[in-house]
């Protein structure tokens, strides 16, 4: 069995301030990692996710994250915030079986609050 | 790229009736459907896994004869949430996953039992 931790339930931050959201997870087998953003009444967007070879990710909008293994982390950051990243933010995690598709589960999500 | 149809977005319905929801894959075979609830300012938690043209399963503690799923094609799968009462209202969403690592969501329904 896996589990996710996000830490950080809620983390506010100022418009074009650099922001960290923090991921940690357990599992007894090789996982995929995934940053999913979530607003208002809708479902989940990918925003990045880690499947094999370079341990940095990026996302099209500025985002990125790194997989530590060591330190079982897999923390997302971005070095200027706009009002716009406004949201809720969950990582997940799904073992990295072949065939049949994982279930993801999910950490708690932060919520990202940026203003002027 | 991949998109899933959830419908309807919200429902509202009487405690004691039944109320169906739809997710459809647009433009992919989605040989795993997910569905989760999400309570407010919390994070999704899995129901069930379905798989084409087999019985769906279902995590502990869900209801299987009041969350019935159905996943009769590779581009559809529905949730239906029998005799519904005011605790069963929540945000649902579905998940199709479409081989490996490929997960597209719908965009939920929010459902309120009145």
């Known amino acids: 069995a896996q589990s996710v931790t996000q830490l950080d339930s809620q983390v506010p931050v100022f418009e074009e301030a650099p922001v960290e959201l923090r991921c940690n997870y357990s599992?007894?087998?090789?996982?995929?990692l995934f940053w999913y953003v979530q607003y208002p009444n809708q479902g989940l967007q990918l925003l990045l996710k880690?499947?094999?070879?370079?341990?940095l990710v990026e996302s099209i909008n500025g985002f990125e994250a790194e997989f530590n293994k060591s330190q079982t982390s897999f923390h997302l950051r971005k070095p200027s915030v706009h009002i716009s990243d406004t949201a809720e933010y969950f990582c997940?995690?799904?073992?990295?079986?072949?065939?049949?598709?994982?279930?993801?589960?999910f950490g708690t999500g932060t919520r990202l609050q940026v203003t002027l | 790229g991949a998109v899933v149809s959830q419908h309807p977005s919200r429902v509202i319905c009487k405690s004691g009736t039944s109320v169906k929801i739809e997710c459809r894959s647009l433009d992919f075979q989605a040989t795993t459907m997910f569905w989760y609830r999400q309570f407010p300012k919390q994070s999704l938690m899995l129901m069930a896994t379905?798989?084409?043209?087999?019985?769906?399963?279902?995590e502990q503690g869900v209801e299987k004869d009041k969350f019935l799923i159905n996943h009769a094609s590779l581009t559809l799968s529905t949730l239906t949430v029998t005799s519904a009462h005011p605790e069963d209202s929540s945000f649902y969403i579905c998940?199709?996953?479409?081989?490996?690592?490929?997960?597209?969501f719908g965009s939920g329904t929010r459902l309120t039992v009145v």
């Open positions: 599992s007894s087998v090789s996982v995929y």
């Open positions: 880690y499947l094999s070879g370079s341990t």
């Open positions: 998940s199709a996953n479409q081989g490996g690592y490929g997960y597209t």
């Open positions: 379905s798989n084409e043209g087999s019985k769906a399963t279902y």
């Open positions: 997940a995690v799904s073992e990295s079986t072949t065939g049949t598709a994982s279930k993801l589960t």
